[in-house]
């Protein structure tokens, strides 16, 4: 339950940080879209209702903040979440570069999601922001995807650490 | 439950996405409206985005404030180090000036002289020994020779009394070996001034019956024939008539200030003498 309720109130400091923060760094050149890349990680360690629960959320909040069209991001973390879950089963998490590629992979895909979605919705062409935008973005979420999951690793880890209950019988 | 276990992940995949298509389609159409969910979202946010603007605008004036400093740093060394350059500067510049005016006054002195003379630089001055000697840079090859009469803008400074090619040393008028014909310009009365170190000087062998009083200007006689006639020496300090003596004690005081001096002009005498 305590899951639920901190759940929102993370998630808007962190895209409240990921917009007012981490945007200067980058000085406004590209997103540094980490949101991505725990909606990702949630595909790789949490179940459906959490982890989906999680990107809907986060996606709302992304919507809420940003000038996108509210429930893009909701409909893309959402697509993004259960294509990271189907690659989970099948592959092995905890390689580094196994995470970045999926996480380029990602960007790109939600930037031609994006592209698509403008051309039908609004005839509008940005496929060149493809190109200027996502591909940038694509390689620093990729670089920073490994950094991020060891992090949350270890954030989990410390959450478990206190949990001495036995294990329940399935 | 209703969805076997095998299936619930997908089953809420399922939902999840149509719900998010849903909303999009539904705002995709209805653009100009903002919904009651996202006003909500943007009053929290708001507030919270506006301190951390304010925290990093802080910070940035913060840092375009060291960035200033670190300028101005620079800046006022650069300014600093041109400051000493021409202080350094003036400092020559206010040296020639001294030294143009002094030269311009060993000139005055030339001018009226009808020797020839020769200017030369004080190089190194031994005022404390036994000897009050001064080494000036012009010797021999200058035209300098033992005995000549050394002088400065102010008087007699002394007599040379060793050369080489470039360099020569001057006794002064001071040192105790030091004895100079002179003459008492108010009275004419003719004496020996002999050096007396630190003291200045003593005029001997002037009669008990002259008068001679504190002020009086004491000339160079010219009668030994190194110093030229009429040069000063200095002045009359003290005067005393002891009893059952033949002469007076009178003590000078040189004209010349020896812990100043500089520059001296040597006077070439036809036939000087010997030390």
Redesign the interface.
Known sequence: MIYYLLLPVLL??L???Q???LD?FTLGWISMEISLIVVIYAGFHL???RG??L??VL???L???TSA????Y??LY??IF?LS?VVAGRVYAGNPALIAAFTALCTILEGLVIVL?YRF?FGADILAALLRIFIPQALVLALLSPLVFRFFDRFEGLLHAEDTRPARRV | MLIPRKYQSIAVAAVLLIVSLTILSYSAVRLSETGFLRKVVLEMAAPIERAINISLQGLHDVWKRYLFLVGLEEENRQLRRESALREERLNQYREGYLEGMRLRGLLALREGFPYRTVAARVIDSDRSSLFKTLLINKGTSDGLRVGLAVLSAQGVVGRIIETSWHASRVLLMIDENSNIDALIQRSRAQGILQGAGAAGGNLKYISRTEEVLPGDVVLSSGLSGVFPKGLLLGTVTAVSRKEGGLFQKIDVAPAVDFGKLEEVLAVITEAGPGR
Not at chain 1, 69 to 72: A, M, N, S, V
């Open positions: 808007l400091m895209v409240i940080a917009i007012a923060v200067i179940d459906a209702l989906g629960i990107s809907l996606g709302f909040f919507d809420c903040l069209i509210f429930g893009l909701q409909f959402c697509l259960f879950m979605l919705l």
